[in-house]
């Protein structure tokens, strides 16, 4: 009897030690393809979880995304803990109000509004940026909107890749319009702070100086090129944006669940110019393409606001119509660095915070007829992408 037990727990231990032996071939085909390695087994055990983890929930956020089919999948962020996934970075002051006038766009549409329009195929939208592992999407996502204004303003005649790190360095940490650098800010807090200065100067003069592979202390200001920046030397430093002030395209939402975000303004908006948004993106590091819905992305919410990107256009004849969303997490993020959100709701609260700001340009009355001709072409060039 007890040779037969013996026998019976060898057995077992034996199948224990193989269980915990096998090899995950997923696991190995992930770690290939993605050119994993760790520094101790663990380390990898560690990251084995995690990515197991990660199969779970991608399941359970497809199955949420099923009306839209598959948008969620593994990616090289499935190991990851989530303080080392891509950074957001939208913080507002506790309390803040929103004090800038909302326009309608809805007044002056046009009588054949587009079915679709994609500003990205367009001088309006510079390429994919990246913000690194800094929180300043909203530095990033301000920048962006500048730039467009810019294009558009000026019939494209000034295009110009600013400086994110401007705004991320030296917009102040205090005050009503106070952000946090890599900790955190806002759009509103950006636009505010270049009212104060010549402009927001561009990517040459002040690069973006923030690690894009670890996380770094936010950059100093450098306080007096920013001051130069239109001083006798201008013609070496480069050009740069005079930011006037900013609006909103729907009416902000601040508090409670944002469920009635007007979604038509947001499209008439649209219709006339990318704009920036901010989001709730704590679905966003596992999507890998397609149209991700509202049920998969989640609250609309205005305390779920954690990411400031650009909306820069939408596409109603698809067959689940979407939003078309500029991420700043680099081009081999998402769709080429896009996301499509399900236009028939606030999906991801991207109607919350609308926001467009005022470049100001010295133009005669024949550069403004000019620039107004110009600007339709771009329009028409935008309207005829898909």
């Keep these: 009897m007890l040779y037969k037990l013996s026998i019976a727990l060898a057995v077992a231990s ?35 979880e ?30 990851r803990k989530e303080e080392e996934k891509y950074k957001k970075g939208h913080v507002k002051p506790e309390g803040w109000t929103p004090t800038a006038p909302v326009r309608d766009y809805t007044a002056n549409r046009r009588a054949d509004a587009p079915k679709a329009i994609d500003w990205r195929y367009t001088e309006a939208v510079t390429a994919i940026k990246n913000q690194g592992q800094c929180g300043s999407c909203w530095a990033f996502s301000a920048t962006e909107a500048v730039e467009s204004q810019l294009v558009l303003s000026s019939g494209s005649k ?47 003069y002040v690069p973006y100086a923030q690690s894009l592979t670890a996380a770094s202390a936010t950059m100093a200001c450098p306080t007096s090129k920013i001051a130069a920046m239109d001083g006798e030397l201008e013609q070496l430093s480069g050009g740069y944006a005079a930011v006037s002030g900013y609006h909103y395209a729907v009416s902000p939402c601040v508090s409670g669940g944002c469920t ?29 393409g397609g149209v991700m819905t509202s049920a998969a992305c989640g609250s609309m919410a205005a305390d779920a606001q954690d990411h400031c990107v650009m909306a820069t256009g939408f596409n109603t004849t698809a067959p689940t119509p979407y939003w078309i969303v500029r991420n700043s997490w680099a081009s081999t993020w998402g769709e ?9 709701k606030n999906t991801c609260g991207l109607a919350d915070d609308v926001t467009i700001p005022e470049v100001a340009l010295d133009l005669s009355d024949n550069e403004k007829k000019e620039a107004a001709v110009r600007r339709e072409q771009i329009y028409q060039k935008a309207i005829q992408a898909h």
């Design 50 to 79: 995690l990515f197991k983890a990660s199969k779970t929930r991608v399941a359970a956020l497809n199955k949420a995304n099923a009306a839209a089919g598959d948008a969620f999948g593994i990616n090289w962020m499935s190991d």
């Design 260 to 288: 009635k975000q007007d979604l038509t303004k947001l499209q008439a908006a649209l219709e006339t110019t990318p704009v920036s948004v901010c989001v709730n993106a704590g679905a966003w590091n596992d999507y890998t």
């Design 158 to 204: 000034l295009r110009l890749e600013l400086s994110p790190q401007q705004i991320t360095s030296c917009t102040p940490d205090t005050g009503t319009y106070g952000s946090l650098g890599c900790n955190g800010g806002f759009t509103e807090g950006a636009y505010q702070y270049l009212t104060t200065v010549p402009g927001l100067t561009n990517s040459f």
């Design 336 to 344: 080429d660095g896009y996301v499509y959100l399900e236009m028939a």
């Design 14 to 48: 034996s199948a224990a030690a193989l269980v915990e032996t096998t090899p995950d071939p997923e696991w190995e085909a992930y770690k290939m393809t993605y050119k994993k390695t760790y520094s101790s087994q663990a380390d990898e055990d560690e990251r084995h």
